[in-house]
């Protein structure tokens, strides 16, 4: 079982560009969630999906950015038109689907370091 | 709303001393889970203990222990014997059986060891 598999590592992005973030849970695992974290800061919930649907995206910001967990692929996390604020690390996590599982808290991906120039 | 609040921006403590970092939150659910998550300077997100709020018995794994006052909506961290590889970022984060189930996440507690 390889874990959560968060790519790229590392994007670098000019100002306006499209960064796409990729996010495979570990197999079994049917919730995806998405963290965003500021330096020195903790991680901020932005969206929950779940296969093909959003469960809750109030995290997310209104504008450029979007989720999206198809029924075949990763999870993406695509944020248009890139700011020097989104400059960031974005985690994914990944969670069974009983309810059982909520004890289990959820297994991290690396991470990807969004830098924007 | 959940709220999570660390207080200690940062902490640090002797190698092989004991340190407490606490954690205080606010929620209006009475099932639950509480955890704590270290994160290294690698960025991976560690889970280093959970926490049953129905359960009044301290949660412990090894060296790691919790004080869990449910009354007071205290969550703190004990780490004996401190370690060097023990030097993250950690954070303690409670979870809630109902809507997304999404983990809340504190500003985190830099805890640094001394040789």
Redesign the interface.
Known sequence: NAGVMQNPRHLVRRRGQEARLRCSPMKGHSHV?W?RQLPE?????MV?LQKENI??ESGMPKERFSAEFPKEGPSILRIQQVVRGDSA?Y?C?S?PLW?GA?????T?G??T?LTVV | AQTVTQSQPEMSVQEAETVTLSCTYDTSESDY?L?W?KQPP????I?VI?Q?AYKQQNATENRFSVNFQKAAKSFSLKISDSQLGDAAMY?CAP???Q??????????TRLTINP
């Open positions: 969630y963290y800061e903790g991680l901020k919930f929950y469960i809750d690390a985690f996590a969670s309810t909520v004890g289990k808290g959820y991290f690396s991470g370091r | 889970y955890f998550y690698s960025r991976q997100m889970l959970r049953e954070f979870r809630i059986f809507g997304a189930q999404k983990l809340v996440f504190g500003q985190g």
